[in-house]
């Protein structure tokens, strides 16, 4: 079964802290998407991930995808307010084919 | 501005009342895709096409239809919707499979 899942589903954090949200796929796939989106809006891309290894960093935002553990990280450094929206992962298993990760849920409280 | 264009934005209908909801997109991209998004479900894939008359089935293609009649336009359409088609829908465009997608702004749509 061609399955992602987020975790944790809810998160609130402070303000100035760090934390990580974590994306686990069932097979196979080195091609891994992240994106954002705020409440009532529609989906922004935030990372594409096509290799092994691959890390991008956007901000206070670090996306790093492990194929062989089948693991893609979203990792928060010294959260702001502006960070709250919901993330979602975003796996391509066949080649033209997209599952999404439930999103998790993110507020950061000051 | 670049950009992918759904509408309407807003939708309450009947059941068995044929429906489409239009897609739009500016940037000549090859790839499109239709999406419904649930509440704890994220977005599951309906249908996406790879180009002109290329479609094919996403995960949850029941009770949709699609064409890609030309490379900008890619309609979702709803031949006799029922309650449980109740959902937010998003078209989405990119250069090609693998490159960063571009969403609309979505469609709520009520089947009543």
């Known amino acids: 079964e061609l399955k992602v899942e987020q975790n944790p589903l809810f998160l609130s954090m402070q303000e100035g802290k760090n934390y990580t949200i974590y994306c686990n796929y069932s097979?196979?796939?080195?091609?891994l998407y992240w994106y954002r989106q705020d409440p009532g809006k529609s989906l922004e891309s935030l990372f594409v991930?096509?290799?092994?290894?691959a890390v991008k960093q956007e901000g206070r935002l670090m996306a790093s995808l492990d194929t062989k553990a089948r693991l893609s990280t979203l990792h928060i450094t010294a959260a702001v307010h502006d960070l709250s929206a919901t993330y979602f992962c975003?796996?391509?298993?066949?080649?033209?084919?997209?599952?999404f990760g439930t999103g998790t849920s993110l507020t950061v409280i000051p | 501005e670049a950009q992918v264009t759904q509408n309407p934005r807003y939708l309450i209908t009947v059941t068995g009342k044929k429906l489409t909801v239009t897609c739009s997109q500016n940037m000549n991209h090859e790839y499109m895709s239709w999406y419904r998004q649930d509440p704890g479900l994220g977005l599951r894939q309906i249908y996406y096409?790879?180009?002109?008359?290329?479609?094919d089935k996403g995960d949850v293609p029941e009770g949709y239809k699609v064409s890609r009649k030309e490379k900008r336009n890619f309609p979702l359409i709803l031949e006799s919707p029922s309650p449980n088609q109740t959902s937010l829908y998003f078209c989405?465009?990119?250069?090609?499979?693998?490159?960063?997608?571009?969403f609309g702004q979505g469609t709520r749509l009520t089947v009543v």
């Open positions: 991930l096509l290799s092994n290894g």
């Open positions: 097979t196979t796939s080195d091609r």
């Open positions: 096409s790879m180009n002109v008359e290329v479609t």
């Open positions: 989405a465009s990119s250069l090609f499979p693998g490159a960063e997608a571009f």
């Open positions: 975003a796996v391509d298993f066949t080649g033209n084919q997209f599952y």
